[in-house]
């Protein structure tokens, strides 16, 4: 069974960056893609990024293009979210997601990332 693992999340100040990563494990010969959602305090999950592994495609919300870069090390089944000039409100939980050919998106567990203005 797929499990993943997210990693890097922590309090930083407003403009510094920060790195969060997520391994893969169990199974994911059958993946297509991995993404990252966040949620904030009362609000609802939304889309962050994701990376489809046919032809490399990245996709961005709005809010992080630019500041945000989605990438991957195969040998390591692990998918990277590199975060620059973090902002006030891009403080929330991070999931990580995982997207199968066949069945349900599998979810990390989720990382805390706290921007200080």
């Known amino acids: 069974q797929v499990q993943l693992v997210e990693s890097g999340g922590g309090l930083v100040q407003a403009g510094d960056s920060l790195r969060l990563s997520c391994a893969a494990s169990?199974?994911?010969?059958?993946?297509?893609?991995m993404g990252w959602f966040r949620q904030a305090p009362g609000k609802e999950r939304e889309f962050v990024a994701k990376?489809?592994?046919?032809?490399?495609?990245?996709t961005y919300a709005n809010s992080v293009k630019g500041r945000f870069t989605i990438s991957r090390d195969n040998a390591k089944n692990t998918v990277y979210l590199q975060m620059n000039s973090l902002k006030p409100e891009d403080t929330a939980v991070y999931y990580c997601?995982?997207?199968?050919?066949?069945?349900?998106?599998?979810w990390g567990q989720g990382t805390q990332v706290t921007v200080s203005s």
């Open positions: 990376l489809r592994w046919s032809g490399d495609i990245t």
């Open positions: 997601a995982l997207d199968q050919l066949i069945g349900a998106r599998i």
């Open positions: 169990g199974g994911t010969f059958s993946s297509v893609a």
